[in-house]
């Protein structure tokens, strides 16, 4: 540590030691000139008195004695005065701290190392002449028409943004519609195409991206009143990549408020199956334009379920790649050892040349991984054991009180599945208090975004979002927050024990929430699909209608894999055999 000639030792002292419980400085006694120990931070501790302390150990559920309260009066100030010395420090928020996850346990060897894509064969047929089918069909298939020149990018382009225009602000998708940039990158993929340069088959597709990402020279708001007004001015990695690939950018798409829920500063974003509900959260505006067809694919983000969870509520393909796998620099900051990056689609074998695209190394991230990509369309599920549950088959939703029964189109997923003659294992999750796990989320969240509540502007944010649970957080000691990574690492390796056994876990996507929050913390991959229709009142948080006795809507259901690590691959390929099995994808909302 470098100090001034001005910084006195008694300063030095309080700034080296500001994480331990207390510090001692010494200053000059004025008798004989000694130093005598004295309580470094003691205005800092002034205010605190034994009852404080009595009352703060009910919220940290210890016990203290008298004498080690008046013991804790003599120490604490230090503590405190390093606290307001940490907030001193200016740091940007997309500084990492030292801590960094990784999904892998030591010792543990992991596939693929190389990057091997097979996709399935097919013949999409000729251009059809209505506008709509050809917004609807699969990437694969606009890629087809593109490179065989039944279709121009710009034109495609452009009916995707004509749909913007006539269906976005019923749905509040979109916060920015990039439309000039998007016709000039369409033309500029035209003249490449012309030329005899072929980017591959993401070449001249229109996407839409969550706004998370910099987007240089294009508002990045995060969903959020206090950086409505934010303008990068260089361009998130995954947007330079799916550039590189040939990606058109149609424009930014919303999320909720820094990533919370489903409501940004403009409005909630309706779900096109039934517009009186929500469209699912975080990842709400790239849930909503795919299941409308305002765009050929999206990209999502997720740190507890925010793109499987929009997959599930509008009946998309969602998804959820390995932490680490897909570069996260220039993306909003948020939970850095939750964080991850994946593709919404309305195929599922169109996720994968998305994923292709943006799977890779970033030198600047220090959780980036290096792995390669495996994807075999013609993989044979009956060499493939599914792990599942009767009982994640029985009711899905969020918990006790806030559930409903399975969907028949569940059921006849998972009988689905064991038709395609994979060999079903009947598994059972390790007994672990997985909702303990969740305060480490807020935690992460709550320190990125201090000054928001530090100068109280997270007044700006919806009330049923951050701002209650990051100041309940900074109420949580750092040993329960340590406790809590402890019981990560358990719960990973006990996963780890299950999949290697299986190859993949199967259930409705909220068939088992402990079963999904779990692969949010141990990093594994997820994807989402179409199970099948359903029939449901308007329901405004998680499965249960508001009223049950309410009109019925036609809704989705999904179910979802969950893979080994790094096994995106494998639960691409199960996902796009059931897919294939159960015909139901075609279906479209009644938006438009």
Not at 191 to 197: D, F, I, Q, S
Not at 289 to 301: H, Q, V, W
Not at 367 to 379: E, K, P, Q, R
Not at 534 to 542: F, I, K, W
């Amino acid at each position: 540590m470098k100090t001034s000639a001005r910084t006195s030792r008694r300063d030095f002292l309080a700034g080296s030691a500001a994480l331990a419980a207390g510090t001692l400085a010494c200053q000059p006694d004025a008798g004989d000139g000694s130093a005598t120990p004295v309580a470094e931070g003691a205005n800092a501790s002034a205010d605190i008195t034994a009852t404080t302390i009595a009352e703060a150990e009910k919220l940290h559920a210890v016990t203290y004695t008298d004498e080690e309260r008046e013991q804790l009066i003599q120490s604490i100030g230090g503590q405190v005065a390093g606290v307001h010395q940490l907030r001193d420090v200016p740091r940007e928020l997309a500084l990492q701290p030292a801590i960094t996850f990784d999904p892998r346990l030591p010792g543990v060897s992991y596939a693929p190392q190389e990057n091997r894509v097979v996709l399935s064969s097919q013949n999409p047929g000729a251009l059809p002449a209505n506008e709509a089918d050809i917004a609807y069909a699969s990437v694969r298939e606009q890629a087809h028409w593109i490179r065989t020149g039944q279709i121009t990018s710009r034109r495609l382009t452009e009916i995707y943004l004509s749909r913007i225009e006539r269906l976005a602000p019923d749905l509040y998708c979109y916060i920015t519609v990039t439309a000039d940039h998007a016709v000039a990158q369409a033309a500029e993929s035209d003249r490449e195409l012309a030329t005899g340069r072929y980017r591959g088959e993401l070449h001249g597709i229109p996407y839409g991206i969550k706004d998370c990402f910099d987007t240089a020279g294009i508002p990045t708001t995060w969903g959020a009143t206090p950086y409505r007004d934010q303008v990068p001015d260089r361009d998130a990695r995954i947007v330079t990549m799916l550039r590189d690939a040939g990606a058109v950018l149609l424009g930014k798409l919303a999320t909720a408020s820094l990533a919370n829920g489903y409501r940004w500063y403009g409005g909630k974003v309706r779900n096109p199956w039934n517009t009186e509900e929500h469209a699912g959260g975080s990842s709400a505006g790239p849930g909503s334009a795919t299941a409308a067809a305002l765009c050929s694919f999206s990209i999502g983000t997720d740190s507890l379920g925010s793109i499987l969870n929009p997959a599930d509520q509008c009946g998309v393909v969602g998804l959820r790649a390995t932490f680490g796998r897909v570069p996260t620099a220039g993306a909003m900051p948020l939970t850095p050892s939750l964080d991850r990056i994946g593709p919404l689609t309305r195929r599922v074998e169109d996720a994968v040349p998305v994923m292709a695209a943006i799977n890779g190394p970033d030198p600047t991230s220090a959780s980036s991984i290096d792995m390669g990509f495996d994807y075999d369309a013609g993989l044979d599920p009956r060499t493939l054991r599914v792990g599942y549950s009767e009982d994640w088959f029985r009711e899905v939703g969020f918990g006790p009180g806030a559930t409903v029964p399975v969907a028949e189109a569940h059921l006849e997923a998972l009988e689905a599945l064991r038709a395609l003659g994979v060999e079903m294992v009947e598994v059972e999750l390790p007994s672990f208090p997985y909702g303990a796990l969740i305060p480490n989320l807020y935690v992460e969240a709550a320190a990125i975004y201090e000054e928001l509540t530090l100068d109280g502007r997270d007044d700006q944010l919806p009330p049923e979002g951050w701002p209650n649970v990051w100041r309940q957080v900074r109420l949580l000691s750092a040993v329960d927050y340590l406790q809590a990574e402890r019981l990560r690492r358990g719960v990973m390796n006990d996963f780890h024990r299950i999949y290697s056994d299986v190859d993949a876990l199967f259930a409705p996507t909220y068939g088992s929430f402990e079963l999904l929050m779990a692969m949010n913390y141990t990093g594994h991959p997820g994807i989402c699909l179409r199970a099948g229709l359903d029939e449901s009142p308007t329901r405004s948080a998680g499965p249960v209608p508001d009223d049950p006795q309410g009109e019925p809507h036609t809704i989705t259901r999904n179910v979802a894999f969950h893979g080994g690590l790094f096994e995106e691959g494998t639960i691409l390929a199960l996902a796009r055999a059931l897919e294939e099995r159960l015909g139901v994808y075609h279906h479209r909302p009644p938006i438009g």
